[in-house]
């Protein structure tokens, strides 16, 4: 084991699980490959609550210097962390020091963190995770062995999700909707107001049966302009699967997850329709941020979406 471990990917990838878990396995009674789960320093890492632990985070100080929480972890947090490790382990042979969220580091802090690394302590274990490694002095990041994680394929989300007791139709929409973040795809999947939102957005935008209807539904969003990138996203993301489903790479989209004429877009559709709707999409996007007035924004979006399974 290295004794610095930089665990970096982007969010929901199980980052901040694979580092207390690590940190588990070093500190374990039974010295293993992982932690036994049942030793007494295993049951005190189930709250993350080991004497020979620190756990340095934002928002939650460790040193009697800081008096209220910071926007970032402060230089005294990694002061008040070297003298807890400095002295000799009470359970064991050594110290582990998890930092979540790296990046959360303020500047000083990083300096004075890249000293120790540069002459670790014996014995000192540090297990880092972060989202924004950019944002990491170079040198921080030389110190450490990188480990990143990537984002997980459809299929592994989707068993993870059955496993859960998710019904598959909804397995199958939420691992599409979270790009191979298991914990998006667990998040959605449970979230009734996500699944609610959703079928608000389909309702509105791709089954608006005629011209005369756009105004009525466009008018339901005027003052909604914050919910402007979740929308884009969800009809992104419908759009992908029809997609998928038109080259056969995708079962067919389950009727209660996507309207009907849909469906029939799906298996008459080329690949130049496709771009065409999310190219548009992508511009309604350009337009919301260019502070043009939503309601007009959504008028296209539906009128482009009407045209193209009605055409
Ligand atoms: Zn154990």
Redesign the pocket.
């Known amino acids: 084991m290295v004794h610095a471990l930089l665990i970096s990917g982007e969010a929901g990838l199980g980052k901040w699980t694979l580092a207390t878990a690590l940190a588990a396995m070093l500190l374990?009674?039974?010295q293993d490959q992982s932690?036994?789960?049942?030793?007494r320093?295993?049951l005190q890492m189930e709250n993350l609550e080991h004497p020979d632990l620190v756990v340095l985070q934002k928002g939650v100080p460790i040193s009697p210097d800081v008096k209220k929480p910071k926007s970032t972890i402060p230089v005294d947090d990694i002061r008040e962390m070297i003298r807890l490790t400095s002295v000799h382990a009470l359970e064991g042979d050594r110290h582990v020091v998890l930092i979540r969220h790296a990046e959360d580091l303020g500047r000083e802090a990083q300096n004075a963190l890249l000293k120790t690394l540069e002459e670790p302590p014996e014995g000192v274990f540090f297990l880092l995770t972060s989202i924004r490694t950019h944002e990491l002095l170079p040198t921080i990041i030389s110190r450490c062995r990188p480990l990143k994680l990537h984002p997980w394929g459809d299929d592994e989300v989707i068993r993870v999700l059955l496993e859960r007791g998710i019904p598959n139709s909804r397995a199958r929409q939420a691992a599409a909707a979270a790009s191979g973040s298991f914990g998006t795809a667990i998040r959605i999947s449970e979230d009734e107001e996500y699944w609610q939102f959703r079928d608000e957005v389909l309702q509105d935008f791709m089954n608006c049966p005629s011209r005369s209807d756009i105004l009525r539904n466009s008018s339901r969003w005027k003052d909604r302009k914050e919910d402007a990138d979740a929308v884009f996203t969800i009809l992104e993301g419908v759009l992908h699967q029809l997609m998928q489903q038109t080259y056969h790479l995708a079962e067919a989209v389950p009727e209660d997850l996507c309207p009907r004429a849909w469906q029939k877009f799906a298996s008459r559709a080329e690949t130049a329709d496709y771009i065409k709707l999310l190219d548009g999409i992508l511009l309604a996007r350009k337009r919301v941020a260019s502070a043009v007035n939503f309601q007009a924004v959504v008028e296209q979006v539906i009128l482009m979406l009407m045209e193209a399974v009605h055409s």
Do not use: Y
């Open positions: 374990c009674q039974e932690p036994c789960g049942h030793c320093a295993c």
